[in-house]
């Protein structure tokens, strides 16, 4: 790969493509909805992919699956998407959050603008790691009420009751009509975004910590080689997530977003690289181009075999949204 295009730019090249996928995506589904509400003549295909933006009924449906093997027939693209994600941050860390995630593209950008401005810092740590455990008790919660606290019954009557069927519209008018609490929040996580480094991946984001976890068993690690090292700390520097790299022989960090920066940053050729399991070398690169790999791979697979497009036929939308969605 050309010596010009650092790890730094390749990230910010595939994140800048999923974001204006994402808005292509949300374009596409307003004049879904335009016409599910009888606002305009012109039908348009719903896009499944807009059900990315569903984590929660992803998780209901993941727990359906377990439990009765029912793939969901309402937002089946978002349980695909779902799986493909955890197969991604198993095999190439968490290459959603670095990579694919808009958010984490927005996040990037602040970081960045934060780092220019001699900002951006991560906390000690006595403030940090308590604030960790915040995306993981999000995570506990979420994961206590789906698998736990709901019956495989109120799962099942939930995934196909009016408010799951119209989740996805309800999502779009956060963007559309965000009120003024929302703005709030948002102008606030932007503002902190710029003095501490990816503050709601870092401290908030339960969907990367449950990639975390799955990362952190994974294969693929940044190994340093502590003989070419020269201890000069750019690495961590450089790490968006504020690991310590220069500390470790092996990053399996479950903050760790295989972005390579710390392979960008480091002056000694093939110091740090990515390993799986310790013994295989792989370009900086190949986690990258696996990960969105895997995401087109499981779509493809998905398309095959229906499990992307809803069971819903569009006329059925057409009398739900109406019936249940009231968008001020």
């Known amino acids: 790969m050309n010596k010009q295009i650092t790890p730094a730019r390749f990230r910010l090249a595939i994140q800048l493509v999923f974001t204006l996928f994402c808005v292509y995506v949300g374009f596409r589904f307003a004049a879904f909805l335009s016409w599910a509400l009888g606002e305009s003549t012109e039908y348009v295909a719903r896009p499944g992919a807009v059900e990315g933006f569903l984590p929660i ?20 693209a978002g349980l695909t998407i779902f ?48 604030l960790m455990t915040l995306k993981y008790g999000l995570l506990g919660f979420f994961a206590y009420i789906v698998f736990f606290s709901m019956s495989i019954r109120s799962v099942g009557e939930f995934m196909t009751g009016p408010y799951n069927v119209v989740a996805d519209a309800k999502m779009l008018a956060l963007f ?52 070419t090292c020269i201890d000069c700390g750019k690495c961590t520097k450089g790490c968006p997530s ?17 972005c390579a920066e710390c392979i960008g940053n480091c002056p000694v ?45 569009a006329e059925m939308f057409r009398k739900i949204y109406p019936m249940f969605l009231k968008i001020s």
């Open 57 to 76: 009924s992803a998780l209901l449906g993941f727990r359906q699956l377990l439990s009765e093997g029912i793939w969901d027939v309402v937002h089946p």
């Open 83 to 130: 799986l493909a994600l955890i197969v991604m941050a198993f095999l190439f860390r968490k290459g959603f959050c670095g990579y694919i995630c808009p958010v984490g593209f927005i996040s990037n950008l602040f970081e960045r603008i934060g780092r220019k401005m001699h900002l951006a810092i991560i906390p000690h740590k006595w403030i940090d790691y308590p």
């Open 176 to 227: 559309t009509n965000p009120t003024a609490m929302t703005m709030m929040v948002l102008l606030v996580l932007a503002a902190l975004s710029i003095v501490i480094r990816n503050v709601w991946c870092r401290y908030l984001c339960p969907y990367g910590a449950l990639l975390g976890l799955f990362a952190w068993f994974g294969p693929t690690a940044i190994a340093r080689d502590e003989t």
């Open 242 to 258: 504020g690991i310590t790299v220069h500390e470790k022989m092996i990053v399996r960090s479950p903050e760790c977003i295989g």
């Open 269 to 313: 050729d093939d110091c740090l690289s990515f390993s799986v399991y310790k013994r295989v070398k792989i370009p900086w690169f190949a986690v990258g181009i696996g990960a969105v790999a895997i995401l087109l791979g499981f779509y493809l697979w998905a398309k095959m075999t229906s499990h992307w497009d809803p069971s819903v036929p």
